[in-house]
């Protein structure tokens, strides 16, 4: 399983969403867009084509964008995604 978190090292969720990970031993790679956020937002919508404003964490799953640490846990919630 290949998971991937884009993060500002300032957010909460994008803490909650690492320490959810952490806490199962589950290898994530974290991109931490902190410095110049505006550009790498832009980034973001075009390779995951966002049509909205971004929010952080972006948490891609094999490929797949889910969301955030809220659209996550509300997959796992509803039993449509499973780690």
């Not at 832009?42 to 390779?47: E, F, H, S, V």
Request: hydrophobic fraction near 35%; include cysteine.
């Amino acid at each position: 399983m290949s998971i991937e978190i884009y993060t500002l090292s300032y957010c909460p969720y994008c803490a909650a969403a690492k320490r959810f990970f952490d806490e199962r031993g589950m290898k994530y790679t974290e991109y931490q867009l902190d410095g110049n956020e505006d550009e790498e937002f832009r980034k973001l919508q075009k390779k995951f084509n966002i049509q909205n404003e971004v929010t952080v964490p972006q948490i891609i799953v094999n490929g797949k964008r889910i969301g955030g640490y809220t659209d996550m846990m509300t997959l796992l919630e509803e039993g449509k995604l499973k780690f």
